[in-house]
């Protein structure tokens, strides 16, 4: 059972990524998936949220990213994905997706029994 996100790299400021969130050993239309990133001394953030596809599949983004990013699942490859466009060099952070029950907004509410993948690092320079 694992959670990979991948997709990370160094772009510059205005450039676009996606990031893929990709699991095995379970079905992740089950469960609701957030991305959450997070900078060297600061707390990790929730990014953005995507209910489960059981439930009404909604989706939901901080102020911060609201107009930018895009989550959306595909769920014939069990991946959801982050698609992040007009990057700003704030966006710089290792960025983890996870599973958990649902979405609070774009904060996934998560247990110690859900999964997160390993995190992949962005770098957006000016």
């Known amino acids: 059972v694992q959670l990979q996100a991948s997709g990370g790299g160094s772009v510059k400021t205005g450039d676009s990524l996606r990031l893929s969130c990709a699991a095995s050993?379970?079905?992740?239309?089950?469960?609701?998936i957030g991305w959450f990133r997070q900078t060297p001394g600061k707390e990790r953030e929730g990014v953005s949220c995507?209910?489960?596809?059981?439930?009404?599949?909604?989706?939901y983004y901080a102020d911060s990213v609201k107009g930018r990013f895009i989550i959306s699942r595909d769920n014939a490859k069990n991946t959801v994905y982050l698609q992040m466009n007009s990057l700003k060099p704030e966006d710089t952070a290792v960025y983890y997706c996870?599973?958990?029950?649902?979405?609070?907004?774009?904060?996934?509410?998560?247990?110690?029994?859900?999964?997160w993948g390993q995190g992949t690092l962005v770098t957006v320079s000016s």
């Open positions: 050993g379970f079905t992740l239309r089950d469960y609701a």
């Open positions: 995507i209910s489960s596809s059981s439930s009404d599949g909604n989706t």
């Open positions: 996870a599973t958990g029950p649902f979405c609070k907004t774009w904060m996934l509410h998560t247990t110690e029994r859900d999964y």
